[in-house]
């Protein structure tokens, strides 16, 4: 039984996996920071508050019912989303994208120097 757990373990799968969740972890934090102290607060200051939640609000005998917090939820997923796309998917899309451009330059250089490789011993013999 603990072989078969050093084994799954030690699989590539399951440390990625690992690995994937803290980074995970580490990006919530950045986006939530984001959107918590520099987005809700410019929302606040366009809107009066930084949440929905009084929107519609009304009570029952003592109980007091919030629909504007669907709202709240609704707008803070579209700013979670929002801030994810343009401050992590963009910029690593463009870093990928260079990446790329550099790899395709230096395989048509390679491409070229095997070239005049084979044209330097053809003219060799």
């Known amino acids: 039984m603990i072989q078969g757990f ?5 699989k590539g799968n399951a440390i990625d996996l ?13 986006i939530t920071a984001l959107v918590e102290k520099v987005i809700n607060p410019l929302v606040g200051g366009l809107f009066g508050q930084p949440n929905f939640d009084a929107v519609g609000q009304f009570t029952i005998g003592e109980a007091v019912v919030q629909p504007g917090a669907i709202l709240t939820a609704l707008v803070n997923l579209l700013l979670v989303g929002a801030a994810l796309y343009f401050f992590i998917i963009v910029p690593m899309n463009k870093l990928n994208e260079l990446k790329a451009d550099k790899a395709e330059e230096e395989e048509e250089i390679g491409e070229d120097i095997q070239l005049l490789r084979e044209i330097r011993d053809s003219l060799a013999r």
């Open 6 to 10: 050093k084994e799954f373990i030690s």
């Open 18 to 30: 690992a690995v994937g969740m803290v980074i995970g972890a580490a990006f919530t934090a950045v």
